[in-house]
Each structure stands twice: as structure tokens, then as C-alpha cells.
């Protein structure tokens, strides 16, 4: 039982990974009503830069990273979602493209960069002792920096006059062009946010994973998942269903072989949203309905 708690801790500190990544592909779907698939090169990309640039100064990494990210991100709203959402404002072709360039850029760095995984150097792959519990320190740093950057973007979205327009328009895109709200400026904050929070997910996923051209295939179909399960438009629920994946995916190897992990994964997913299509956040409401029913 004492391992089994052991995995299912250090499964919850590694889905604060999949929450960074779950926020912003949820942000982004809710404003823009695209599925970005493409942010899982995103994470590879901010991956494979610090992992080169770290030796040299690990500020420098971190400043370069980000603005690597927010390029990446930005060229493929302005460069490819945009353009089409003009021609076809219809979703399917915009997650098309996105897939499009997901494989077009995993391709792309598998050029430019080594297939072999890079790993960072830290001191914090040390373990802290919490009685009989052993925890990664970069597993702990990385949730503390996952649950910061949630706080943040909760408050961000609930505080100020941007993020009351995002939501504004996440409710009605039609009406917010018709209330003369810039959806174009709450499309392009949605785009910076999820490419901002995919730098501290690249730089955890560097050193707890390596630094490949693929590394954030398997993050990226875990918050995927993750924000279908919680709920589509749910920032909390996708956070919530990220840590659930996380836990699953430690938990597996108690009684599979690792490589079992990530099917494991998926079916706990196949069978919760048989039992909440809708999303997990549903299953509240639906009951507080049928209470006040009865």
C-alpha cells in the first residue's frame, strides 16, 4: 500500500505538467473554438531550446525560450487560423490545419534538432523524505509553478478588463461582433496565454522527460483528453481531469508494466465520458437538477 501511495503522489505532481498544458488548450478553445493540437509542438519546441541554451545561462534560456514560444504560437494564429477561419469559418477545417501543423512541426525539429532526448542538468533531481514518502524536488517545483500559473490565469481571467473580454467572448462570438467587442485582441491574449504557460511546461518536460522532438506528443493527448473530460469551456475542470490522468498514470505501474501506462490512461477516459459525454463538470449539475426534481 506504502508504494502504491508513493506512485499515486508522484502522478499528481506530474499532472501539474498536463495542467499547463490543459489551461491553455482549454483557454483557446474557449475563446477561439479551435482545438490547438498543434501546442504539443509548441511543448517540444520550448523543450528543445532550453535544453540547448541552459549550459550557457539558464536566464538567457528562459527569456529565449519564451520568445521562441510566443512566435511559434502567434505565427500560427495569424499565418494559418486566421486566413482560413475567413475563407471557412467553419471549426473543422481550423482543427485540420492544427493537425496539420502539429505533424508539420514535429517533423520540422526532428530536422533541427538530435532525435536522442537531451536531459538538462539540476540539482533537483534530488528526492526530499516526507516520512516514508520520497518526492522528486523538480516534481514538487514543477506543481508549485503548474498551481501559481493557475492561480494566475484564474484571477487574470475573473480580475481584469481582457479577461472580462475573453469571456465575453467565450459566451457569444457572434454577439461580441455585433456589441462591437474586439474579438481579434481576445483571440491573440487567448493565443499569448496558452503559448506563455507552454514555456515553464517545455522546461519541466526537459528535465523530467528530455528534451526530443516528440516529447510533447503524449502531454499534449493527456490534456487533450483532459479538457474534453472536464468539460469543454471548464479551465477548472480540464485542471482537475490533468491530475486525475497524472495520478492514473502513476498508479498504473503498481501492478502493469510501465508501458501499459498510457492505455491505461486512455481507458479510464473511454469509460468516464461513457458514463458524462459532456464532461465530468456535468455530473453536478445533472444531480442538483434531478434533487430539485424530486
Not at 533531481?125 to 509553478?145: H, M, P, W
Not at 472580462?164 to 481576445?186: F, H, I, Y
Request: aromatic share 10%.
Amino acid at each position: 500500500m506504502h508504494e502504491l501511495v508513493q506512485l499515486a503522489i508522484g502522478g499528481f505532481l506530474l499532472g501539474g505538467l498536463y495542467v499547463l498544458i490543459a489551461i491553455g488548450m482549454s483557454i483557446i478553445l474557449n475563446v477561439t473554438g479551435i482545438f490547438h493540437i498543434a501546442h504539443g509542438s509548441t511543448l517540444s519546441l520550448c523543450a528543445l531550446t532550453f535544453a540547448a541554451l541552459e549550459s550557457t545561462h539558464i536566464l538567457l534560456a528562459v527569456l529565449v525560450t519564451t520568445g521562441v514560444s510566443l512566435t511559434f504560437t502567434m505565427a500560427g494564429y495569424e499565418l494559418l487560423y486566421r486566413p482560413i477561419a475567413k475563407r471557412q469559418p467553419t471549426l473543422f477545417p481550423l482543427f485540420l490545419a492544427s493537425f496539420g501543423l502539429w505533424i508539420v512541426g514535429g517533423a520540422a525539429l526532428t530536422l533541427i534538432f538530435s532525435a536522442e532526448p537531451v536531459h538538462p542538468r539540476t540539482s533537483l533531481n534530488s528526492t526530499v523524505n516526507f516520512g516514508d514518502l520520497y518526492l522528486l524536488k523538480i516534481n514538487l517545483l514543477a506543481f508549485a509553478v503548474a498551481a501559481a500559473c493557475y492561480a494566475a490565469t484564474r484571477v487574470f481571467l475573473a480580475r481584469t478588463m481582457t479577461g472580462s473580454l475573453m469571456r465575453a467572448v467565450a459566451c457569444s462570438r457572434d454577439m461580441s461582433d455585433v456589441w462591437g467587442m474586439p474579438r481579434r485582441r481576445a483571440e491573440r491574449v487567448a493565443f499569448m496565454i496558452a503559448g506563455l504557460l507552454a514555456v515553464p511546461a517545455g522546461i519541466f518536460a526537459a528535465y523530467v522527460l528530455g528534451a526530443y522532438p516528440t516529447v510533447g506528443d503524449t502531454p499534449l493527448l493527456f490534456a487533450f483528453s483532459a479538457v474534453v473530460l472536464g468539460g469543454l469551456g471548464s479551465i477548472r475542470g480540464a485542471a482537475a481531469a490533468a491530475l486525475l490522468f497524472g495520478v492514473v498514470q502513476g498508479v498504473a505501474v503498481w501492478a502493469l508494466p510501465a508501458t501499459w501506462q498510457d492505455g491505461v490512461v486512455f481507458a479510464v477516459f473511454l469509460l468516464l465520458i461513457l458514463v458524462s459525454p459532456r464532461g465530468l463538470g456535468t455530473l453536478g449539475l445533472r444531480r442538483r437538477a434531478e434533487a430539485r426534481s424530486a
